[in-house]
């Protein structure tokens, strides 16, 4: 079965973008442009990784990821972080998150970061 990525950005060409080259190498995408939207879609389709703005119309990087962890149903589930923000490296360290990868991105960098995370989670069909 097809390891399911999560990408949650406001910018829909580069929501786009990464759809495209992740529906290419096999992956299936789900994608949302709000924080809010991301919990909705994470509770019904649980994916194998998301892949997270910093900075989106309703809430911060930051909030998601406080929310996700703080919900045993998805504690647990990886988080990369893809953002322009100043100082990406100062914040993501700061965060229970795996990973994070600056805009503009390098599409080696985007799916060596993909691979590495999808290999090591469990399956959808694993969850709670």
């Known amino acids: 079965m097809p390891r399911k990525i999560l990408v949650v950005d406001d910018d829909i060409?580069?929501?786009s973008a990464?759809?495209?080259?992740l529906t290419l190498e096999g992956y299936t995408v789900?994608?949302?442009y709000s924080g809010n939207d991301s919990f909705s879609l994470i509770n019904s389709e649980k994916p194998d990784l998301l892949l997270l703005d910093y900075m989106l119309p309703d809430m911060t990087g930051a909030d998601v990821v406080a929310t996700l962890r703080n919900n045993s149903g998805t504690e647990d589930l990886p988080?990369?972080?893809i953002s322009a923000a100043?100082?990406?490296r100062a914040i993501c360290e700061k965060m229970p998150i795996q990973g994070w990868i600056e805009k503009p991105f390098e599409l080696e960098r985007l799916l060596t970061t993909v691979r590495q995370?999808?290999?090591?989670t469990k399956n959808t069909s694993d969850w709670n």
């Not at 990464?18 to 080259?21: L, N, S, W, Y």
């Not at 995370?117 to 090591?120: G, K, L, P, R």
């Open 13 to 15: 060409d580069i929501v």
């Open 18 to 21: 990464i759809e495209t080259i």
């Open 30 to 32: 789900i994608s949302a």
């Open 79 to 81: 988080i990369v972080l």
């Open 86 to 88: 100043h100082g990406l």
């Open 117 to 120: 995370y999808t290999s090591q």
